[in-house]
């Protein structure tokens, strides 16, 4: 059976089911003529082979797909591959199971996907995680052996997590410490978005290669741009507008984290465009400063109050697109019309916040202020 029949049978509108294709299309950046393509990719009768490992780690990716509060993505990906391992999914256990495993890796060889979760402890031969009693490192190196690709899903399989901070008592490493002759994927977040996940199988289905990826593994779609770039508090940074006390009234105001130890300025992540959950949340939005969780050298290093570096508080391609033709006659009338218009929006936006100030409280300025934090 088709996926696109199968969703239907499970109550998945054909409408919901193409919403969410034309979303993971966005999400990849593609144009939205490229939505038939992703829609066709989406429903193809093949459904590649995908076996599931879970090592040292809380379960929280596979809990943020599957408890989506609209479980279209889970429910997409799902039908369109085949998931043949999967130890919190799947109804048999024991040794049931692992026939399952064995026989799959055997049976579809060169081909499958490996969907790697959680951390890989290395230290006195990896025996502080073990599962049907091989060590983590057993059983992925011999998943790994036959896999088409890996993807590390979540901060831990992709780069330790939160089992690698300091002292690491077990000695976990990310996948790609352990295999390194692989096609390997990194989808970091703790927990990462569902949508990064589903685009990024999309993509392979749809292209039949990975996406571009960066130095970390990390597909550029998704983690190709800082999300201060497109964070809703961005104009209070601007404007130097800084909560500073958690519940005081310039927090209550929803002014920038970035006093509060924000790393949304080193952090590359698509959490401010995409957010989570299909109702438009995100950490930042709901008032707690963004910990880097996508990012190796900060989250479980960087203590969540201590503020980071900021070295381009504007980024380059942000600017107003130079007019050749008019060189030298001034901006075109439309990006001054577009600037006016912002300028006046953030005016009137800072007036009002000023006009509701409680008295005596002035709205920080940053660029006096916090001049030896922002090192351009
Ligand atoms: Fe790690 Fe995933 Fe954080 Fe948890 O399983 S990325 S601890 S949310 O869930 O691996
Ligand atoms: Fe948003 Fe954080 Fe950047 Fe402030 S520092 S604008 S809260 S991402
Ligand atoms: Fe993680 Fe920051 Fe996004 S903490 S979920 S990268 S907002």
């Known amino acids: 059976m088709a996926p696109e029949d199968q969703l239907l049978r499970s109550g998945v509108s054909r409408r919901d089911f193409i919403k969410t294709c034309v979303a993971a299309t966005a999400v990849m950046g593609l144009p939205f003529g490229m939505v038939a393509r992703v829609v066709e990719a989406a429903q193809a009768p093949d459904r590649p082979p995908v076996i599931w ?9 596979s809990e ?12 997409l990906l799902l039908d369109m591959i085949s998931l043949d391992y999967h130890e919190t999914l799947m109804a048999g256990s024991g040794h049931q199971a692992e026939k399952s495993l064995h026989d ?7 081909k499958y996907l490996l969907v790697v979760e959680g951390a890989i402890p290395t230290k006195e031969n990896g025996i502080f995680c073990k599962v049907g009693g091989r060590t983590a490192m057993e059983s992925l190196r011999s998943a790994a052996e036959g896999a088409a690709a890996i993807i590390c899903i979540g901060t831990c399989a992709s780069f330790g997590g939160i089992q690698a901070a300091a002292p690491n008592p077990t000695g976990a490493v990310g996948v790609g410490e352990i295999i390194k002759d692989k096609p390997l994927i990194t989808i970091p977040g703790c927990p990462p978005s569902p949508y990064n996940l ?8 749809t292209f039949k290669k990975l996406p ?16 201060h770039e497109h964070c809703e508090r961005r104009p209070h ?10 519940g005081d009234a310039t927090h209550a105001e929803g002014y920038c984290l970035y006093k509060l ?10 959490c401010s465009v995409q957010r989570f959950n299909d109702v438009g949340v995100w950490p930042v939005a709901v008032g707690h400063p963004c910990i880097g969780c996508t990012e ?17 508080p504007t980024p380059f391609d942000s600017y107003a697109p130079v007019d050749l033709k008019n060189k030298g006659k001034g901006p075109s009338p439309l990006t001054t019309g577009i600037i006016g218009l912002a300028a006046g929006v953030a005016l009137g936006a800072g007036a009002m916040m000023a006009g509701r100030l409680p008295d005596g409280e002035q709205a920080d300025k940053p660029h006096q202020e916090d001049s030896h934090e922002r090192k351009e």
């Open 261 to 270: 130890g924000c790393k949304g300025p080193a952090t590359y992540a698509n």
């Open 237 to 246: 940074f601007d404007a130097g507008r800084f909560a500073k006390a958690y």
């Open 104 to 110: 799959s890796l055997q049976a579809n060889r060169g």
């Open 64 to 75: 943020s797909l599957l408890r989506a509060n609209h479980p279209t993505p889970a429910n």
């Open 212 to 227: 571009e990826l960066d130095q970390l593994g990390r597909p550029k779609f998704a983690y190709g741009r800082r999300i």
């Open 198 to 205: 589903l685009s990024t199988v999309l993509y392979y289905l």
């Open 53 to 61: 490992l879970h090592f040292q780690e809380c379960t929280g990716c």
């Open 296 to 312: 190796p050298e900060i989250v479980f290093r960087t203590a969540i109050a201590d503020k980071v570096q900021i070295h381009e």
